[in-house]
Protein backbone atom coordinates (compact mmCIF):
# COMPACT_ATOMS: atom_id res chain seq x y z
CA UNK A 1 0.00 0.00 0.00
CA UNK A 2 1.02 3.50 -1.27
CA UNK A 3 0.10 5.24 2.49
CA UNK A 4 -2.85 4.22 4.33
CA UNK A 5 -4.67 7.82 3.66
CA UNK A 6 -4.73 6.88 -0.33
CA UNK A 7 -5.61 3.56 -0.02
CA UNK A 8 -8.60 3.35 -2.79
CA UNK A 9 -10.33 -0.05 -1.02
CA UNK A 10 -13.08 1.83 0.56
CA UNK A 11 -14.05 3.88 -2.57
CA UNK A 12 -14.14 0.41 -4.51
CA UNK A 13 -16.19 -0.53 -2.05
CA UNK A 14 -18.58 2.17 -2.21
CA UNK A 15 -18.49 1.30 -6.17
CA UNK A 16 -19.77 -2.63 -5.78
CA UNK A 17 -22.42 -0.74 -3.02
CA UNK A 18 -23.58 1.13 -5.82
CA UNK A 19 -23.28 -1.26 -8.33
CA UNK A 20 -25.28 -3.70 -5.62
CA UNK A 21 -28.01 -0.51 -5.10
CA UNK A 22 -28.42 -0.34 -8.78
CA UNK A 23 -28.91 -3.90 -10.78
CA UNK A 24 -30.60 -5.82 -7.39
CA UNK A 25 -32.67 -2.42 -6.45
CA UNK A 26 -33.84 -1.95 -9.77
CA UNK A 27 -34.85 -5.34 -10.68
CA UNK A 28 -36.15 -6.37 -7.13
CA UNK A 29 -39.46 -3.28 -8.82
CA UNK A 30 -41.04 -5.72 -11.13
CA UNK A 31 -43.44 -6.67 -8.69
CA UNK A 32 -45.18 -3.34 -7.85
CA UNK A 33 -45.08 -3.11 -12.34
CA UNK A 34 -46.98 -6.69 -12.62
CA UNK A 35 -50.41 -5.40 -12.63
CA UNK A 36 -49.97 -2.09 -14.66
CA UNK A 37 -47.60 -4.08 -16.85
CA UNK A 38 -51.02 -6.29 -17.11
CA UNK A 39 -53.26 -3.62 -17.04
CA UNK A 40 -51.81 -1.76 -19.79
CA UNK A 41 -50.89 -4.90 -22.37
CA UNK A 42 -54.01 -6.52 -21.75
CA UNK A 43 -52.77 -9.88 -20.77
CA UNK A 44 -53.46 -11.38 -17.57
CA UNK A 45 -51.34 -11.43 -14.35
CA UNK A 46 -50.70 -14.99 -14.75
CA UNK A 47 -48.54 -14.35 -18.00
CA UNK A 48 -46.89 -11.33 -17.02
CA UNK A 49 -46.01 -13.24 -14.13
CA UNK A 50 -43.90 -15.58 -16.47
CA UNK A 51 -41.30 -12.50 -16.46
CA UNK A 52 -39.75 -14.09 -13.00
CA UNK A 53 -40.08 -17.34 -14.69
CA UNK A 54 -37.81 -15.66 -17.74
CA UNK A 55 -35.65 -14.48 -15.31
CA UNK A 56 -34.98 -16.86 -13.07
CA UNK A 57 -34.21 -19.28 -16.36
CA UNK A 58 -32.00 -16.72 -17.61
CA UNK A 59 -29.64 -16.69 -13.90
CA UNK A 60 -29.38 -20.29 -14.33
CA UNK A 61 -27.64 -20.41 -17.84
CA UNK A 62 -25.97 -16.83 -17.52
CA UNK A 63 -24.34 -17.55 -13.95
CA UNK A 64 -22.54 -19.92 -15.84
CA UNK A 65 -21.12 -17.43 -18.44
CA UNK A 66 -20.45 -14.83 -15.79
CA UNK A 67 -17.90 -16.73 -14.20
CA UNK A 68 -15.93 -17.26 -16.92
CA UNK A 69 -16.69 -13.88 -18.20
CA UNK A 70 -15.14 -12.28 -14.74
CA UNK A 71 -11.91 -14.58 -14.81
CA UNK A 72 -11.28 -13.11 -18.69
CA UNK A 73 -12.07 -10.01 -18.38
CA UNK A 74 -12.10 -8.81 -15.11
CA UNK A 75 -14.74 -6.95 -12.41
CA UNK A 76 -14.98 -3.64 -13.90
CA UNK A 77 -15.83 -5.27 -17.98
CA UNK A 78 -18.31 -7.36 -15.98
CA UNK A 79 -20.37 -4.67 -14.08
CA UNK A 80 -20.08 -2.23 -17.04
CA UNK A 81 -22.50 -5.26 -18.87
CA UNK A 82 -24.50 -5.15 -15.85
CA UNK A 83 -25.30 -1.63 -15.57
CA UNK A 84 -26.12 -1.31 -19.41
CA UNK A 85 -27.98 -4.74 -19.22
CA UNK A 86 -29.82 -3.08 -16.45
CA UNK A 87 -30.99 -0.04 -18.23
CA UNK A 88 -31.80 -1.99 -21.15
CA UNK A 89 -34.39 -4.19 -19.21
CA UNK A 90 -36.38 -1.34 -17.60
CA UNK A 91 -36.60 0.75 -21.02
CA UNK A 92 -37.80 -2.86 -22.80
CA UNK A 93 -41.11 -2.86 -20.56
CA UNK A 94 -42.08 0.38 -22.53
CA UNK A 95 -42.14 -1.00 -25.68
CA UNK A 96 -45.01 -3.02 -25.14
CA UNK A 97 -48.60 -1.87 -26.79
CA UNK A 98 -52.09 -2.42 -25.58
CA UNK A 99 -54.38 -5.23 -27.25
CA UNK A 100 -52.70 -8.09 -25.21
CA UNK A 101 -50.63 -9.06 -28.72
CA UNK A 102 -47.79 -11.41 -29.07
CA UNK A 103 -44.92 -8.89 -29.40
CA UNK A 104 -45.64 -7.06 -25.75
CA UNK A 105 -45.78 -10.29 -24.40
CA UNK A 106 -42.09 -10.96 -25.93
CA UNK A 107 -41.09 -7.71 -24.93
CA UNK A 108 -41.55 -8.25 -21.59
CA UNK A 109 -40.09 -11.56 -21.45
CA UNK A 110 -36.91 -10.11 -23.19
CA UNK A 111 -36.93 -7.53 -20.46
CA UNK A 112 -36.74 -10.40 -17.92
CA UNK A 113 -33.89 -12.30 -19.98
CA UNK A 114 -31.97 -8.92 -19.55
CA UNK A 115 -32.21 -8.16 -16.08
CA UNK A 116 -30.45 -11.72 -15.55
CA UNK A 117 -27.40 -10.03 -17.23
CA UNK A 118 -27.54 -7.64 -14.27
CA UNK A 119 -27.89 -10.41 -11.51
CA UNK A 120 -25.11 -12.63 -12.59
CA UNK A 121 -22.62 -9.83 -14.31
CA UNK A 122 -22.81 -7.22 -11.55
CA UNK A 123 -24.05 -8.54 -8.31
CA UNK A 124 -23.21 -10.73 -5.18
CA UNK A 125 -20.38 -12.64 -6.82
CA UNK A 126 -18.31 -10.08 -8.96
CA UNK A 127 -18.99 -7.85 -5.68
CA UNK A 128 -17.67 -10.46 -3.72
CA UNK A 129 -14.29 -10.67 -6.17
CA UNK A 130 -13.87 -6.73 -5.73
CA UNK A 131 -14.13 -6.59 -2.31
CA UNK A 132 -11.45 -9.93 -2.09
CA UNK A 133 -9.16 -7.85 -4.17
CA UNK A 134 -9.01 -4.81 -2.11
CA UNK A 135 -9.33 -6.51 1.52
CA UNK A 136 -8.02 -9.44 3.64
CA UNK A 137 -8.58 -7.83 6.86
CA UNK A 138 -12.24 -6.49 7.31
CA UNK A 139 -13.14 -8.43 4.18
CA UNK A 140 -16.76 -10.08 6.16
CA UNK A 141 -17.41 -6.56 7.43
CA UNK A 142 -17.24 -4.79 4.03
CA UNK A 143 -19.22 -7.56 2.43
CA UNK A 144 -21.95 -7.34 4.59
CA UNK A 145 -21.94 -3.37 4.09
CA UNK A 146 -21.85 -3.71 0.21
CA UNK A 147 -24.79 -6.92 -0.02
CA UNK A 148 -27.00 -4.78 2.03
CA UNK A 149 -26.71 -2.29 -0.88
CA UNK A 150 -29.33 -4.98 -2.30
CA UNK A 151 -31.92 -4.50 0.37
CA UNK A 152 -31.62 -0.97 0.84
CA UNK A 153 -31.08 -0.28 -3.03
CA UNK A 154 -34.56 -1.68 -3.83
CA UNK A 155 -36.22 -0.11 -0.84
CA UNK A 156 -35.37 3.31 -2.06
CA UNK A 157 -35.94 1.88 -6.02
CA UNK A 158 -39.21 1.22 -4.72
CA UNK A 159 -40.28 3.77 -3.15
CA UNK A 160 -39.29 6.48 -5.90
CA UNK A 161 -41.22 4.55 -8.77
CA UNK A 162 -44.42 4.51 -6.17
CA UNK A 163 -43.65 8.61 -6.12
CA UNK A 164 -43.31 8.91 -9.66
CA UNK A 165 -46.67 6.76 -9.84
CA UNK A 166 -48.50 10.23 -8.68
CA UNK A 167 -47.23 12.12 -11.96
CA UNK A 168 -46.27 9.79 -15.11
CA UNK A 169 -47.48 6.26 -15.73
CA UNK A 170 -45.55 2.94 -15.87
CA UNK A 171 -44.04 3.99 -18.93
CA UNK A 172 -42.41 7.23 -17.98
CA UNK A 173 -41.56 5.64 -14.38
CA UNK A 174 -39.06 3.37 -16.15
CA UNK A 175 -37.65 5.82 -18.38
CA UNK A 176 -37.18 7.84 -15.87
CA UNK A 177 -35.38 5.34 -13.84
CA UNK A 178 -33.47 4.52 -16.54
CA UNK A 179 -31.85 7.86 -16.68
CA UNK A 180 -30.71 6.92 -12.69
CA UNK A 181 -29.52 3.16 -13.69
CA UNK A 182 -26.97 4.25 -16.09
CA UNK A 183 -25.98 7.97 -14.34
CA UNK A 184 -25.40 6.08 -10.95
CA UNK A 185 -23.92 2.80 -12.42
CA UNK A 186 -21.81 4.26 -15.08
CA UNK A 187 -19.86 6.81 -12.41
CA UNK A 188 -19.64 3.53 -10.31
CA UNK A 189 -18.18 1.43 -12.75
CA UNK A 190 -15.69 4.25 -14.51
CA UNK A 191 -14.91 6.20 -11.57
CA UNK A 192 -14.49 3.78 -8.50
CA UNK A 193 -14.05 0.64 -10.25
CA UNK A 194 -10.03 0.15 -10.33
CA UNK A 195 -8.15 -2.90 -10.13
CA UNK A 196 -5.32 -2.88 -7.06
CA UNK A 197 -2.43 -4.22 -9.12
CA UNK A 198 -2.79 -1.73 -11.59
CA UNK A 199 -2.65 1.19 -9.18
CA UNK A 200 0.44 -0.20 -7.24
CA UNK A 201 -1.67 -0.85 -3.85
CA UNK A 202 -2.02 -3.81 -1.92
CA UNK A 203 -5.00 -5.60 -0.45
CA UNK A 204 -5.80 -4.30 3.18
CA UNK A 205 -4.25 -6.45 5.85
CA UNK A 206 -1.68 -8.06 3.02
CA UNK A 207 1.39 -8.39 5.35
CA UNK A 208 -0.19 -9.46 8.05
CA UNK A 209 -2.06 -12.27 6.15
CA UNK A 210 1.23 -12.87 4.63
CA UNK A 211 3.26 -13.18 8.06
CA UNK A 212 0.54 -15.20 9.77
CA UNK A 213 0.93 -17.86 6.79
CA UNK A 214 4.85 -18.06 6.94
CA UNK A 215 4.29 -18.40 11.07
CA UNK A 216 2.47 -21.67 11.01
CA UNK A 217 1.05 -24.17 8.61
CA UNK A 218 -2.62 -23.90 7.25
CA UNK A 219 -5.43 -25.39 9.32
CA UNK A 220 -7.63 -28.02 7.70
CA UNK A 221 -11.32 -26.60 6.90
CA UNK A 222 -13.69 -28.96 8.00
CA UNK A 223 -16.64 -30.33 5.96
CA UNK A 224 -17.25 -32.75 3.32
CA UNK A 225 -16.61 -33.00 -0.25
CA UNK A 226 -18.80 -32.11 -3.17
CA UNK A 227 -18.81 -35.88 -4.15
CA UNK A 228 -19.80 -37.18 -0.47
CA UNK A 229 -22.24 -34.57 -0.33
CA UNK A 230 -24.02 -36.03 -3.63
CA UNK A 231 -23.87 -39.46 -2.48
CA UNK A 232 -25.64 -38.08 1.28
CA UNK A 233 -29.60 -38.41 1.30
CA UNK A 234 -29.19 -34.98 3.15
CA UNK A 235 -28.10 -33.51 0.12
CA UNK A 236 -31.26 -34.42 -1.45
CA UNK A 237 -33.72 -33.43 1.26
CA UNK A 238 -32.01 -30.36 1.72
CA UNK A 239 -32.39 -29.27 -2.65
CA UNK A 240 -36.06 -30.11 -1.79
CA UNK A 241 -36.39 -28.54 0.90
CA UNK A 242 -34.69 -25.25 -0.65
CA UNK A 243 -36.75 -25.77 -3.69
CA UNK A 244 -39.83 -25.47 -1.40
CA UNK A 245 -39.18 -22.61 0.91
CA UNK A 246 -37.91 -20.67 -2.16
CA UNK A 247 -40.37 -20.82 -4.22
CA UNK A 248 -42.46 -19.75 -1.60
CA UNK A 249 -40.38 -16.31 -0.38
CA UNK A 250 -40.09 -15.81 -4.00
CA UNK A 251 -44.20 -16.07 -4.07
CA UNK A 252 -44.50 -12.98 -1.51
CA UNK A 253 -41.79 -10.57 -3.85
CA UNK A 254 -43.38 -11.25 -6.88
CA UNK A 255 -46.85 -10.65 -5.92
CA UNK A 256 -47.36 -8.79 -2.57
CA UNK A 257 -48.07 -5.45 -4.57
CA UNK A 258 -50.42 -7.00 -6.41
CA UNK A 259 -52.26 -8.23 -4.21
CA UNK A 260 -52.46 -5.38 -2.17
CA UNK A 261 -53.58 -3.21 -5.03
CA UNK A 262 -56.30 -5.74 -5.52
CA UNK A 263 -57.26 -5.20 -2.53
CA UNK A 264 -57.89 -1.51 -2.55
CA UNK A 265 -54.39 0.41 -2.17
CA UNK A 266 -53.51 2.85 -5.18
CA UNK A 267 -50.40 1.86 -6.91
CA UNK A 268 -48.35 4.75 -4.93
CA UNK A 269 -49.38 3.30 -1.50
CA UNK A 270 -48.60 -0.69 -2.78
CA UNK A 271 -44.49 0.66 -3.47
CA UNK A 272 -44.67 2.59 0.04
CA UNK A 273 -45.93 -0.41 2.12
CA UNK A 274 -43.30 -2.46 0.11
CA UNK A 275 -40.56 -0.33 0.15
CA UNK A 276 -41.53 -0.13 4.24
CA UNK A 277 -40.99 -4.33 4.03
CA UNK A 278 -37.46 -3.82 2.08
CA UNK A 279 -35.79 -1.66 4.60
CA UNK A 280 -36.96 -4.35 7.59
CA UNK A 281 -35.11 -7.28 5.38
CA UNK A 282 -31.90 -5.54 5.02
CA UNK A 283 -32.22 -4.55 8.23
CA UNK A 284 -32.55 -8.53 9.07
CA UNK A 285 -29.81 -9.20 6.87
CA UNK A 286 -27.30 -6.86 8.76
CA UNK A 287 -28.22 -9.14 12.27
CA UNK A 288 -28.44 -12.68 10.84
CA UNK A 289 -25.72 -13.98 10.35
CA UNK A 290 -25.38 -13.48 14.35
CA UNK A 291 -28.69 -14.80 15.17
CA UNK A 292 -27.84 -18.07 13.34
CA UNK A 293 -24.51 -18.19 15.17
CA UNK A 294 -26.76 -17.95 18.76
CA UNK A 295 -29.92 -19.83 17.88
CA UNK A 296 -28.41 -22.43 15.70
CA UNK A 297 -29.83 -23.89 12.56
CA UNK A 298 -32.46 -25.63 13.07
CA UNK A 299 -34.10 -22.93 15.72
CA UNK A 300 -33.40 -20.35 12.82
CA UNK A 301 -35.01 -22.17 10.13
CA UNK A 302 -38.32 -22.69 12.29
CA UNK A 303 -38.24 -18.79 13.34
CA UNK A 304 -37.78 -17.62 9.96
CA UNK A 305 -40.55 -20.43 8.24
CA UNK A 306 -42.94 -19.64 11.04
CA UNK A 307 -42.43 -15.92 10.17
CA UNK A 308 -43.75 -16.83 6.69
CA UNK A 309 -46.48 -18.82 7.74
CA UNK A 310 -47.17 -15.77 9.91
CA UNK A 311 -46.77 -13.47 6.74
CA UNK A 312 -49.62 -15.43 4.65
CA UNK A 313 -51.92 -15.29 7.46
CA UNK A 314 -52.18 -11.60 7.19
CA UNK A 315 -52.29 -11.85 3.19
CA UNK A 316 -55.37 -13.91 3.47
CA UNK A 317 -56.82 -11.60 6.20
CA UNK A 318 -56.46 -9.23 4.04
CA UNK A 319 -58.54 -10.67 1.25
CA UNK A 320 -61.69 -7.67 1.18
CA UNK A 321 -60.43 -5.98 4.57
CA UNK A 322 -57.30 -3.78 3.68
CA UNK A 323 -56.45 -2.80 7.28
CA UNK A 324 -53.98 -1.49 8.29
CA UNK A 325 -52.99 -3.50 11.30
CA UNK A 326 -53.12 -6.56 8.62
CA UNK A 327 -51.05 -4.82 6.34
CA UNK A 328 -48.13 -4.18 9.02
CA UNK A 329 -48.57 -8.00 9.92
CA UNK A 330 -47.64 -8.84 6.57
CA UNK A 331 -44.78 -6.42 6.25
CA UNK A 332 -42.93 -7.08 9.05
CA UNK A 333 -43.74 -11.36 9.40
CA UNK A 334 -42.57 -10.96 5.46
CA UNK A 335 -39.46 -9.13 6.37
CA UNK A 336 -38.35 -11.15 9.34
CA UNK A 337 -38.75 -14.37 7.10
CA UNK A 338 -36.80 -12.64 4.19
CA UNK A 339 -33.82 -14.80 4.57
CA UNK A 340 -35.60 -17.98 3.02
CA UNK A 341 -34.29 -16.23 -0.30
CA UNK A 342 -31.39 -14.49 0.64
CA UNK A 343 -29.71 -16.73 3.78
CA UNK A 344 -30.73 -19.56 3.83
CA UNK A 345 -29.17 -21.61 1.16
CA UNK A 346 -25.96 -20.74 2.26
CA UNK A 347 -26.05 -20.96 6.39
CA UNK A 348 -28.06 -24.03 6.09
CA UNK A 349 -25.91 -25.58 3.60
CA UNK A 350 -22.49 -24.67 5.02
CA UNK A 351 -23.88 -26.01 8.67
CA UNK A 352 -24.79 -29.56 7.33
CA UNK A 353 -21.92 -30.42 4.73
CA UNK A 354 -19.34 -27.35 6.48
CA UNK A 355 -16.38 -25.06 4.96
CA UNK A 356 -14.31 -27.46 3.08
CA UNK A 357 -16.06 -27.94 -0.17
CA UNK A 358 -19.05 -25.72 -0.16
CA UNK A 359 -18.19 -23.05 -2.79
CA UNK A 360 -19.04 -25.96 -5.26
CA UNK A 361 -21.36 -27.83 -3.27
CA UNK A 362 -23.40 -24.58 -3.00
CA UNK A 363 -23.40 -23.84 -7.03
CA UNK A 364 -25.37 -27.05 -7.22
CA UNK A 365 -27.55 -26.38 -4.45
CA UNK A 366 -28.65 -23.21 -6.24
CA UNK A 367 -29.99 -25.10 -9.18
CA UNK A 368 -32.91 -25.83 -6.45
CA UNK A 369 -32.98 -22.24 -5.35
CA UNK A 370 -33.79 -21.14 -9.38
CA UNK A 371 -35.80 -24.54 -10.39
CA UNK A 372 -37.84 -22.83 -7.13
CA UNK A 373 -38.32 -19.78 -8.05
CA UNK A 374 -39.31 -20.77 -11.45
CA UNK A 375 -42.14 -22.57 -10.07
CA UNK A 376 -43.63 -19.34 -8.60
CA UNK A 377 -45.09 -17.86 -11.53
CA UNK A 378 -46.64 -21.25 -13.39
CA UNK A 379 -47.81 -22.68 -10.00
CA UNK A 380 -49.47 -19.06 -8.96
CA UNK A 381 -51.03 -18.67 -12.67
CA UNK A 382 -52.69 -22.45 -11.39
CA UNK A 383 -54.26 -20.64 -8.56
CA UNK A 384 -55.33 -17.56 -10.29
CA UNK A 385 -57.52 -19.38 -12.85
CA UNK A 386 -59.20 -21.23 -9.96
CA UNK A 387 -62.01 -19.42 -7.77
CA UNK A 388 -60.22 -19.00 -4.93
CA UNK A 389 -57.48 -17.22 -6.89
CA UNK A 390 -54.94 -15.41 -5.38
CA UNK A 391 -56.16 -16.14 -1.52
CA UNK A 392 -55.96 -20.07 -2.18
CA UNK A 393 -52.08 -19.48 -3.34
CA UNK A 394 -50.95 -17.56 0.02
CA UNK A 395 -52.14 -20.73 2.00
CA UNK A 396 -50.41 -22.82 -0.40
CA UNK A 397 -47.33 -20.95 -0.21
CA UNK A 398 -47.79 -21.03 3.66
CA UNK A 399 -47.93 -24.78 3.56
CA UNK A 400 -45.13 -25.42 1.26
CA UNK A 401 -42.80 -23.16 3.51
CA UNK A 402 -43.80 -25.62 6.76
CA UNK A 403 -42.79 -28.66 4.55
CA UNK A 404 -39.49 -27.07 3.42
CA UNK A 405 -38.91 -26.08 7.61
CA UNK A 406 -39.54 -30.19 8.20
CA UNK A 407 -37.28 -30.88 5.42
CA UNK A 408 -34.42 -28.62 6.43
CA UNK A 409 -34.12 -30.04 10.07
CA UNK A 410 -34.53 -33.29 8.64
CA UNK A 411 -31.34 -32.49 7.04
Not at 21 to 37: E, K, P, Q, W
Amino acid sequence: MNGSKKFFGYKAAVGAFLVMFVNLGACTTLGIFLSSLSEYSGWDLGMVGYIGTVNTIGNVILSMVAVKALSKFGAKTTMLISVLACALHVHFYTFATPGANVPSLVFYYVAGFLASFSITFGTHAVCSSVIADWFVEKREQISGIVFSGAGFGAAIWVFAAGQLFKVVDFKGCYRILSIFILAIGLFSVVCLIKDPKKMGQKPLGWDKAGAAANAGEAVEVPGVSKSAALRSPAFWVLALALLFVCMSGSAYMSYAPSWWQANGLDATAAANWNAIYLVISGAVLLVVGKVFAKVGPSFFTAIVCVAFVAAMACMVALNGHPATLILVGCVVFAALAYPLNASIPGLIGQSVFGGRDFAAISATLMTSVYVGQALTAPVMNAFLATEGGMGTGWIFFGATALVGMVLIIVS
